[in-house]
């Protein structure tokens, strides 16, 4: 049975810090990883998706890895701002379904 | 990218009673997905919802409590029956484009009192 794990499960930084959020997963037969945002009371926000051919995707300041044969991903922030403020959730795509992970609630300090 | 809206946006109900929450897509899709999220927790996928077949429920979740409709490739709704203060969640659909890609609906804050 897959498992999705988060570490951090909350961190706080200051404000223009560079940050590196971990995603680990027990299966690595998965077809693609994806990294979500989620601000307080509202809805999921898809921010990059890794197929399981690739080794990593950048968007702006976002940059994610994966690793399948260690079942790992990270998400990098570059020059971290208040707006960053969120939860921020990966998800691995097994047989037909999503598996979502724990989460890291992030907090950039002004 | 696919456009997601759900209604009602959040409600709040009685013990005992049902609600249903819909999803509208802008563009038509094959698989279709209910989660909940309970206060600070991550997703929980409910159900597959295919048209034209039955839901797929998860383990822990059964037909009955949440009877889902997928009338065509651009709608569907949950039901939530019989809710309890442990029903208390924001309930989330989603859909697969391409490549697997998920996006998610803006979510409905369900309150049971």
């Known amino acids: 049975k897959q498992e999705v794990t988060q570490i951090p499960a909350a961190l706080s930084v200051p404000e223009g810090e560079n940050l590196v959020l971990n995603c680990s997963f027990t299966d690595s037969a998965i077809y693609n990883l994806q990294w979500f945002r989620q601000d307080p009371g509202k809805g999921l926000t898809s921010l990059l998706l890794i197929q399981s051919s690739q080794r990593e995707q950048t968007s702006g300041r976002l940059n994610a890895s994966l690793d399948k044969s260690s079942g790992r991903s990270t998400l990098y922030i570059a020059a971290s701002q208040p707006g960053d403020s969120a939860t921020y959730l990966c998800?691995?795509?097994?047989?037909?379904?999503?598996?979502f992970g724990t989460g890291t609630r992030l907090k950039v300090l002004a | 990218s696919a456009v997601i809206s759900q209604k009602p946006s959040r409600d709040i109900c009685q013990r005992g009673t049902s609600l249903t929450i819909q999803c509208q897509v802008d563009s038509q899709v094959t698989m279709m997905f209910w989660y909940r999220q309970q206060p600070g927790q991550s997703l929980t996928l409910i159900a597959t919802?295919?048209?034209?077949?039955?839901?797929?429920?998860e383990s822990g979740f059964v037909i009955d409590k949440f009877p889902i409709s997928r009338p065509n490739l651009t709608f569907s709704t949950l039901t939530v029956s019989n809710m309890s203060p442990e029903d208390s969640s924001i309930y989330l659909c989603s859909v697969a484009g391409a490549r697997n890609e998920q996006f998610f609906g803006p979510g409905t804050r369900l309150t049971v009192l």
């Open positions: 998800a691995v795509w097994g047989t037909y379904k999503y598996i």
């Open positions: 919802a295919n048209q034209g077949s039955e839901a797929t429920y």
